[in-house]
């Protein structure tokens, strides 16, 4: 069964340090991994996804199929990154089913 | 003014009710799903549905049923089964299979049993 891990519940980091959320994964097929946002009084949204291989609000993820692994990271926190975020799996050989980890919240300091 | 419509945005009932939770979709999407939301525990899932009139069971399927009669549209029915019905759903779709995988979310409904 597919699994996605987040160990941190809460992160705090300090305007201007780099950030990272951790996320991993568990699937014996091949994963597609996205990166999910939700800012406050805001939907939920994508942030990024590892097939694009982009840089979005300044945030990367590599996967590492080796760790099986998809870490999000940013060299420079800023306030407005404070959100929740969701690592989230596609399970691309079991017709779409999308699952999530439980979530990070990322408060930056001041 | 296209996006994923859910209501009731909040909804109480009594505990033995029967509740039915509307999602609809205007942006021609084939796949919808259904999550729970809970503090703590991050989104689970519920049910999936990849085409009209048909679904598959997510990881909490218990207590809950779904139809998708039609393309646009697909509602959730928590039943007096569920045993911890009180928590916040989300309702989301993304394009055909295959696809890019974007979900894109509505804004919720928050059901509380009393």
């Known amino acids: 069964a597919q699994r996605v891990t987040q160990p941190e519940k809460l992160l705090s980091v300090f305007k201007g340090a780099p950030v990272e959320l951790k996320c991993n994964y568990s699937y014996s097929g091949s994963p597609e991994l996205f990166w999910y946002v939700q800012y406050s009084r805001q939907r939920l949204q994508l942030l990024l996804r590892?097939?694009s291989r982009e840089s979005i609000k300044g945030f990367t993820a590599d996967l590492n199929k080796g760790e099986t692994s998809f870490h999000l990271k940013k060299p420079f926190a800023q306030e407005e990154d404070s959100a929740m975020y969701y690592c989230?799996?596609?399970?691309?050989?079991?017709?779409?089913?999308?699952?999530f980890g439980k979530g990070t919240r990322l408060h930056i300091l001041p | 003014d296209g996006g994923i419509t859910q209501s009731p945005k909040y909804l109480f009932r009594k505990e033995g009710q029967n509740v039915t939770l509307s999602c609809e979709q205007n942006l021609n999407h084939d796949a919808m799903y259904w999550y729970r939301q809970d503090p703590g525990q991050g989104l689970r899932l519920i049910y999936y549905s990849q085409i009209v009139n048909d679904f598959q069971k997510g990881d909490i399927a218990e207590g809950y049923s779904v139809s998708r009669e039609k393309k646009e549209s697909f509602p959730l029915t928590v039943t007096s089964a569920q045993k911890n019905p009180t928590a916040f759903y989300l309702c989301a779709s993304s394009t055909k299979i295959g696809g890019t995988g974007e979900l894109f979310f509505g804004e919720g409904s928050r059901l509380t049993v009393l």
């Open positions: 590892h097939i």
């Open positions: 989230a799996l596609r399970a691309m050989n079991r017709d779409d089913k999308i699952i």
